[in-house]
C-alpha cells in the first residue's frame, strides 16, 4: 500500500478591519502597521504579500459593536482601540482584487441584521469583481451593543440567531443558485437580447422572517455562491456549520480538543448526507518565527512586554462575558470563589494545566495572538508544530493570526513558507484554479458540490419538472 | 471671467443604463461593467480629464411595468443585471488621486447604523472622496424583497429619509470629537473614551443609542447628493444636499428649476450656491461637427425603441406596451409624460404632434435628457449659454455608448473648455468637498449636519447608554 501524501497545509491571513486584532497593546509597537488599517494601501500592500506568499486567502473577521462586558463599560476598549475603531471589511476588496490574481478573501458578514435581497447581491457583485475570489463567513451577532443600535431591544436568543441565519442563507442560496440559469445570459448583440426572461426565474420564497419573490439581480457569477465559511461551535452552531459551510475557521488550545471538534462536525456533516471530508477545517494560530529557536523566544518575550492588560481583559470579557476587572492581577483563579473565574480557569487549564492561572497570566496569554496558541521558534520548530497540528487534529490549514502586521506575515512568509515547501507540504505555486472554490475542492470545481445544500436550488435546464408537468397536464 | 463648468460623469453597475439598445453597438464596453479593469480604466480616464466625480446610480429592484411583467426588461437588460455599486469604489479610489464618488443608495436598502459606517469607511479608504446621493424612492419590485424598512419608507418615505439622515449626521458628526483619537503609542492609549459619545437616537423610526464605529474620517459626513424631482424632492434636496442632479430637458425649464431650488435653500438658511447643481446631458462630440452627426447617427442605429420603453414605463409607471408605437402621446394617460414631452415637442423643428415611437427614439441616447451633437466648439458653446441662462453649475454626463462618449468628451471637449479658461487643468487641493466648495473638508455651519457636532448631554459612551 502506497502511503498517502501528507496533505498540503492552506494558510489563510487572519485580519480585521481595526487596529487591535487579536495582540492587544501591540499596536503600540513601532514597526505595526496596524493603524493604517483606513489607508487602502495597507490593504493592497498586505494583499500583494500574501499573494507572494501563496497563501489562500485573506480572512477578514467584523463585529457590529463594541466589546463593552468589562468594568460594565466600553471605555477600556475604546481607550486601548480594542476593535474598535472598526470598518465595513468589504469596502476594501475590490481594491485588493485589483492588484492579485489568486488570493482569495473571506469577508465576515453577520447574518443577523442584513437584508438576504440587498446582502445577496453585494456578494454576487463581489464575486464577479473579483473573478470568483469571494467567500462570506457567517457570523450571528453576539453583542448586545450591536442589537441595541439597529433596534432591538437585545439580542435573539441563541436559538433562534441560528434559525434567522438559516433563512438568510437560504435566500441567498435561491437567488444565486436558482434564479438565473446557467445559460440566461445570451449576450446576442445581432438578436438583440442580452438575456432570455425565460430562464430568469422568481424564487417565490415566503419564510417566518422574510419574504422575497423576485428575481435575483445578479447575473451568474464565476462560483455563484461564494465559498461559505462558519464557526460555530455551539450545538446549533455546529449544526449550522455542518449544513451549510464549506470552510469552518475554529480556535482551540490544544490538537486533542481540536480533534474531538473536527470528528464531532465531520460526523454531523455526514449524518446530514454531505461528506464529511469536504468540510475544509483551518484553525487559528499565531505565529513567531526568527532564524534560530533563542531569538524567536526573545522576540516573543519582547512582544509579551507589550501586551496591554486592559486591552486583553476587556477583549477576553467581551468574547467570553467573563469580567476579571474586580480581581487582583496577580490572584490565582483557583482561590477565586466566583463563578466567572471558575469558568475562566477551566478554560485556560486546558491550554496549559501546569501554569497558575491569573488575570495577569490571562491577559499575557490572550495578548498576543488572543485564544489561539502561539507558536514559537526556528523556521524549523514552527514547521514542526505545524505539521504536528495538521495530522493530530486532522485539519486541512491554518488562519494565521498576527502579532505585529504585516510583519507577521512577512515573517511567515520569508522563513516558514520555505520550510514547509522544502518538505513538500506547501505549494510551490498556486495551482490553475482561478476561484477560492478551487483552493478548496481543486481546479475546476468553482460551484458548490452536489451535496451542499445550495446545490438544491438549482435548476434543471430550460424547465423544472413542474413546468413540465404543467405543460404535460395541458396538452 | 468666464463661469467654470463643472462635470460629474453619469453610469450605473449594469449593461443598459441610459441607452436603451446601445450596448449591441461594436465599441460599447458596458457589458464588462462585472470587470474590475472596466471601472479602473473609467476612473483614470475621469481622472484624466478633472471631472468632479463619477457619479453611479442604483436601483434594489427591476422594471416591471412595460408588458405588465419583467420579460422585456431583462431581454434588453435595461438596468438589469444591476450590481451593487458601493463594492465598486475602493478599486478605483487606488488609482487615482482627485475624483470624486457619488454613490447611491436607498435608505431603504438598509438600517441606518451599518450604513453609517460603509460611507465612514468609504470616506477614510478614499481620503475623503466620497459623496452619498439620497435615494428616498424605490421601486415595489425592490420594495417587495427587502421587508420592514421598505415597507416604512413606502409610507412615509420623507418623514423616514428625514430621520434617517438625522441618525447618520449624529454618527458621523457627533459621535468622536476632533481630539479623541490620540494614538499615543508610549501610553498605549488610542482613543479617549471620554470624548466618544453615544448619540443617544430614540426616534419614531429609528433607536440607536450607541457610539459610532469609525474614528473621524477626512469629510465626516460624505458630500450629500440628492436628485429628488418633485416638490418635495426638491425641499429635501434644498435642506441636506452639497450637490444635486436635475434632467430638464430645455434651458428654459432648467432656469425655473435651479431658480426654484436656490429659493428653496435661502429659504431654510443656507448659502444658495452651497449646492452644485448639475444637469443630465448626453454630449456626442468629435473633431469636426461632421464627425460628430456621422457618430450620432451610427449610434442611434443602435437604439432599441422597446428598451427604451421598458425605462421610461418604469419611470413613469405607465405600461406603454398597450399602446401602438404610431400612437400620438396625447393619447397616453400620464402627465408625467405630457410635461416631458411637450419641452421635446417644443424643440422639434417639425413641430409635429410626438408618437409613441418619437419619444423612443429620442429616449435611446441619454434617456429622456437632452443631448447634444457637434464639434468640441459647438458643445462647448451649448454648455455655456445653458449656464449663462439657468444659472446651472454644470452637467451630469450621460454615455451613449461607453467608455466612447466619456473618452471623446476627454479627449475633445475638455481641452476645449481648458483653452476657454472655464475648466480645471489640474485639481484642487483636498477632499471632494474641498474641491467643490473651495472652503474647508467638513460640512459648512449652515448644513443642518452640521448642528449635531455638540450633541445635547447627558451623552454616555455606548456601553453605559
Known amino acids: 500500500m502506497t502511503p498517502a501524501l501528507p496533505k498540503r497545509i492552506s494558510v489563510n491571513a487572519f485580519d480585521m478591519s481595526c487596529i487591535m486584532h487579536q495582540s492587544p497593546g501591540l499596536w503600540a509597537r513601532p514597526e505595526d502597521q496596524s493603524v493604517r488599517y483606513k489607508d487602502l494601501r495597507y490593504w493592497t500592500e498586505l494583499a500583494q504579500l500574501l499573494e507572494r506568499g501563496k497563501f489562500d486567502s485573506l480572512f477578514i473577521a467584523d463585529v457590529l459593536g463594541i466589546y463593552d462586558t468589562y468594568q460594565g463599560s466600553g471605555d477600556a476598549s475604546i481607550r486601548r482601540a480594542m476593535q474598535i475603531p472598526v470598518h465595513d471589511p468589504v469596502v476594501p476588496v475590490s481594491a485588493m482584487a485589483a492588484v492579485t490574481e489568486k488570493l482569495g478573501f473571506g469577508i465576515t458578514v453577520s447574518a443577523t441584521y442584513e437584508q438576504p435581497y440587498a446582502l445577496a447581491r453585494r456578494f454576487g457583485t463581489l464575486d464577479h469583481l473579483t473573478g470568483g475570489r469571494i467567500g462570506w463567513n457567517i457570523v450571528t451577532s453576539y453583542l448586545d451593543g450591536a442589537a441595541r443600535n439597529l433596534g432591538m431591544e437585545r439580542q435573539m436568543s441563541h436559538d433562534e440567531r441560528y434559525e434567522l441565519a438559516a433563512e438568510v442563507v437560504d435566500v441567498c442560496y435561491q437567488l444565486w443558485e436558482g434564479s438565473w440559469e446557467e445559460d440566461a445570459v445570451l449576450e446576442d448583440r445581432d438578436a438583440q437580447i442580452y438575456a432570455d426572461p425565460e430562464k430568469v426565474h422568481e424564487i417565490g420564497h415566503h419564510g417566518r422572517f422574510f419574504d422575497v419573490p423576485g428575481v435575483g439581480l445578479v447575473e451568474p457569477s464565476p462560483q455563484r455562491t461564494p465559498v461559505i465559511w462558519q464557526a460555530g461551535t455551539s450545538p446549533a452552531g455546529r449544526a449550522f456549520a455542518a449544513r451549510n459551510a464549506e470552510a469552518i475557521f475554529t480556535v482551540a488550545p490544544t490538537t486533542a480538543t481540536l480533534r474531538g471538534y473536527v470528528d464531532d462536525l465531520r460526523r454531523i456533516a455526514g449524518e446530514s448526507g454531505r461528506d464529511p471530508g469536504s468540510i475544509k477545517i483551518f484553525t487559528e494560530i499565531c505565529t513567531v518565527v526568527a532564524p534560530t529557536d533563542a531569538e524567536a523566544k526573545a522576540r516573543y518575550e519582547d512582544y509579551l512586554s507589550w501586551t496591554d492588560y486592559e486591552g486583553a481583559l476587556a477583549f477576553y470579557a467581551g468574547v467570553t462575558g467573563i469580567d476579571l476587572s474586580q480581581l487582583d492581577p496577580h490572584q490565582p483563579l483557583e482561590y477565586v470563589d466566583t463563578d466567572s473565574a471558575r469558568f475562566a480557569l477551566e478554560i485556560f487549564s486546558k491550554a496549559d494545566p501546569d501554569r497558575d492561572w491569573t488575570p495577569s497570566e490571562v491577559a499575557r496569554f490572550v495578548g498576543i495572538g488572543a485564544m489561539g496558541p502561539v507558536l514559537v521558534g526556528s523556521p524549523q520548530t514552527v514547521a514542526d508544530e505545524l505539521e504536528r497540528w495538521m495530522d493530530e487534529a486532522d485539519i486541512d490549514g491554518f488562519n494565521l493570526a498576527y502579532a505585529v502586521t504585516p510583519g507577521t506575515f512577512a515573517d511567515f512568509i520569508d522563513l516558514v513558507v520555505p520550510e514547509l515547501q522544502r518538505r513538500g507540504r506547501y505549494w510551490q505555486d498556486y495551482d490553475e484554479g482561478t476561484t477560492l472554490r478551487e483552493r478548496l475542492y481543486g481546479p475546476g470545481n468553482r460551484r458548490v458540490r452536489e451535496d451542499h445544500p445550495a446545490a438544491r436550488h438549482r435548476r434543471a435546464i430550460h424547465r423544472s419538472a413542474t413546468d413540465v408537468a404543467a405543460a404535460a397536464a395541458t396538452a | ?465
Not at chain 2, 463619477?54 to 422594471?63: N, P, R
Not at chain 2, 439622515?165 to 473614551?193: H, I, M, N, Q
Request: with cysteine; charged share 25%; hydrophobic share 40%.
Open chain 2, 1 to 465: 471671467m468666464p463661469r467654470p463648468i463643472r462635470l460629474n460623469a453619469f453610469d450605473m453597475n449594469c449593461v443598459a443604463h441610459q441607452s436603451p439598445g446601445l450596448w449591441r453597438h461594436p465599441q460599447d464596453r458596458a457589458w464588462d461593467y462585472r470587470k474590475l479593469s472596466y471601472w479602473t480604466d473609467l476612473a483614470q480616464l475621469l481622472e484624466r480629464g478633472r471631472f468632479d466625480g463619477l457619479f453611479i446610480a442604483d436601483v434594489l429592484g427591476i422594471y416591471d411595468v412595460y408588458g405588465g411583467g419583467r420579460d422585456a426588461t431583462v431581454r434588453h437588460a435595461t438596468q438589469v443585471p444591476v450590481n451593487d455599486p458601493a463594492m465598486l469604489i475602493s478599486a478605483m479610489a487606488a488609482v487615482t488621486e482627485g475624483l470624486g464618488f457619488g454613490l447611491t443608495a436607498s435608505i431603504s436598502f438598509e438600517h441606518p447604523y451599518p450604513f453609517a459606517r460603509r460611507m465612514s469607511t468609504l470616506d477614510h479608504l478614499t481620503d475623503g472622496r466620497v459623496g452619498w446621493n439620497v435615494v428616498t424612492s424605490y421601486l415595489d419590485s425592490g420594495a417587495r424583497n427587502l421587508g420592514e424598512v421598505a415597507q416604512l419608507t413606502h409610507d412615509n418615505r420623507y418623514d423616514v429619509a428625514d430621520e434617517y439622515l438625522e441618525v447618520c449626521y449624529k454618527l458621523w458628526e457627533g459621535s468622536w470629537e476632533d481630539e479623541a483619537v490620540v494614538r499615543d503609542r508610549a501610553a498605549g492609549v488610542f482613543t479617549d473614551p471620554s470624548k466618544v459619545h453615544g448619540i443617544g437616537h430614540e426616534g419614531e423610526f429609528f433607536k440607536v443609542p450607541g457610539i459610532h464605529l469609525c474614528e473621524p474620517s477626512p469629510q465626516r459626513s460624505p458630500v450629500i447628493y440628492q436628485a429628488g424631482a418633485s416638490a418635495r424632492g426638491r425641499q429635501f434636496a434644498a435642506e441636506h444636499a452639497e450637490a444635486i442632479f436635475t434632467a430638464a430637458p430645455t434651458k428654459e425649464i432648467l432656469k425655473e428649476t435651479v431658480g426654484d431650488i436656490r429659493r428653496r435653500m435661502r429659504e431654510v438658511g443656507r448659502d444658495p450656491y452651497d449646492a452644485r447643481i448639475y444637469n443630465l446631458l448626453t454630449a456626442i462630440t468629435d473633431e469636426t461637427r461632421e464627425k460628430a452627426w456621422a457618430k450620432h447617427d451610427d449610434l442611434e442605429r443602435y437604439g432599441d425603441d422597446e428598451a427604451a420603453l421598458t425605462l421610461f414605463s418604469g419611470w413613469m409607471g405607465v405600461d406603454l406596451a398597450e399602446y401602438d408605437l404610431d400612437d400620438p402621446i396625447g393619447e397616453v394617460e400620464s402627465n408625467a409624460i405630457h410635461s416631458a414631452v411637450a419641452a421635446f415637442q417644443q424643440a422639434d423643428p417639425d413641430g409635429g404632434e410626438w408618437t409613441v415611437r418619437d419619444i423612443a427614439r429620442w429616449g435611446v441616447i441619454g434617456g429622456l435628457g437632452p443631448r447634444v451633437v457637434g464639434s468640441p466648439a459647438e458643445v462647448a458653446d451649448h454648455m455655456q449659454e445653458w449656464i449663462d441662462y439657468s444659472d446651472v453649475d454644470g452637467f451630469n454626463l450621460a454615455y451613449a455608448i461607453t467608455p466612447g462618449t466619456f473618452i471623446d468628451v476627454v479627449e475633445h471637449l475638455i481641452p476645449e473648455l481648458q483653452r476657454r479658461g472655464v475648466a480645471p487643468t489640474e485639481y484642487p487641493p483636498g477632499t471632494l468637498r474641498e474641491k467643490l466648495f473651495g472652503a474647508g473638508p467638513r460640512l459648512p455651519e449652515s448644513h443642518p449636519g452640521a448642528s449635531y457636532r455638540r450633541l445635547a448631554e447627558p451623552l454616555t459612551t455606548g456601553a453605559a447608554a
